[in-house]
């Protein structure tokens, strides 16, 4: 908190609260009384409308039969490009550039597999040494099947603090042996949004393809790919677009790469009016719906119906704007409240440089996110020290915000965390 300003309580907290114009959006989400659910970055809430989709995808199927492929209020069939149409503003994107489908890891291989065309001396895949493990995962993967050896043709920019990438050095790293860039749009731990638009532009001048995981950023901040230029990039819907455990993910494709034969071509693949045609030879669907592989999971993309929903509502600049209000204002308590207590944040402190979560450091990181659970409250825990915590635009409160630094507050004076063990959850 800036000196000179007055001190934050409650009573402005609750005041907040009444002036947020999404506060009535708390009401479309299952809350659990006495509860503050702060891991909206990691498994969004479910809503009310997913339920209701769920059933009205149940319905159909008990209606219709097979004939639900084509017939009902979201038709089977085409139930993946009605979400990639709902999804493309998040990502600024034309409709046919996205399509909802795969996972996350099964996209990354998808595009890659597609896009990674090693050549001359033009061999590796540029990542950065603080990306999620899923994506270090399915590029050494694709490396090793194209006979390569991933501790050479992997190369991770290092990081200069263990917590943050700097453009300047992701692009010193752009050197004219990469075939291929693919970066977090926000780093999964420390909250730092990459410079998308400038990465984008100096991969290109240089002659290199890049793509973006987006699956920390989808929902919480506005997106230009299109506009950017980007070539590809792939997401999750489970985080800040609530799409439930599991949920089927999505991916964008750049209009220019249209006609592109995919990498892992499948049933879907193929133009959808020949799909049926049976024939052995793909005729490949012009948009991003190429890129998907296998039949929609249809009973699984129902969730993300009911969230889009909202999003179209509210839009995303104005979800933006509240995520950046709500997190400043968490920053703000924490300077306030928890100073000398070994508290520190990991998040750059600039709006244009941060995601929707706050990276709170400490070194009893996982104890204290164990004492918080005690208190229900829902954090998580990154190792080595960190407390990840997501205030989400459409249903956190400020007064909960407040409450749970005071939470956190007394759970340091008290020592409450000195009774658990220093052990991770399996899941954390």
Not at 4 to 30: C, N, P, V, W
Not at 189 to 217: N, W
């Amino acid at each position: 908190m800036e000196k000179g300003t007055s001190m934050l309580s409650r009573e402005q907290a609750q005041q907040q609260d009444i002036k947020d114009e999404m506060h009535h959006y708390r009401e479309e989400f299952y809350l659990q009384p006495g509860v503050t659910y702060l891991d909206g970055n990691s498994l969004g809430l479910m809503s009310k409308r997913a339920e209701i989709k769920v059933s009205e995808l149940m319905e159909s199927w008990k209606t219709y039969g097979i004939e639900g492929w084509t017939k009902g209020k979201y038709p089977w069939f085409f139930i993946s490009e009605k979400l990639g149409e709902m999804c493309a503003p998040l990502v600024g994107a034309s409709s046919e550039e996205v399509i909802v489908s795969g996972s996350t890891t099964s996209n990354i291989h998808q595009l890659v597999s597609t896009f990674y065309k090693p050549k001359g001396k033009r061999t590796k895949i540029l990542a950065d040494e603080l990306t999620f493990p899923s994506d270090i995962y399915a590029l050494q993967s694709q490396i090793k099947l194209r006979g390569y050896d991933p501790e050479e043709h992997l190369v991770r920019v290092k990081s200069r603090d263990g917590k943050l990438i700097m453009e300047e050095d992701i692009i010193a790293a752009m050197t004219d042996d990469i075939a291929l860039i693919i970066l977090p749009t926000v780093l999964y731990r420390s909250g730092q949004l990459l410079d998308i638009k400038r990465l984008t532009s100096e991969a290109h001048i240089r002659g290199i393809c890049i793509g973006f995981d987006a699956c920390h950023s989808i929902g919480a901040i506005p997106h230009y790919f299109s506009e950017w230029d980007v070539d590809f990039a792939l997401w999750c819907n489970y985080k800040y677009l609530n799409g439930g455990p599991g949920s089927v993910g999505g991916l964008y494709v750049n209009k220019k790469h249209f006609g592109i034969h995919p990498g892992l071509a499948g049933w879907y693949s193929s133009k959808k009016d020949k799909q049926f045609d049976m024939e052995h030879t793909l005729v490949v669907e012009e948009s991003a719906g190429a890129f998907q592989v296998g039949t929609p999971h249809v009973l699984s993309l129902a969730p993300i119906i009911g969230s889009l929903e909202m999003f179209a509502e509210v839009g995303i600049d104005k979800i933006r704007q509240k995520s950046l209000h709500i997190t400043k204002y968490m920053t703000d308590l924490i300077e306030q409240e928890l100073e000398g207590m070994g508290f520190s944040i990991g998040n750059p402190s600039e709006d244009n440089r941060r995601g929707g979560h706050i990276c709170l450091e400490h070194d009893e990181a996982v104890r204290i996110c164990k004492a918080l659970v005690e208190n229900r409250i829902i954090p998580d825990n990154r190792p080595p020290n960190i407390i990840r915590l997501a205030p989400v635009a459409f249903y956190t409160s400020y007064e909960e915000v407040w409450d749970t630094i005071q939470v956190i507050k007394k759970i340091i004076t008290e020592k409450q965390y000195e009774k658990f063990d220093k052990k991770r959850n399996v899941v954390s």
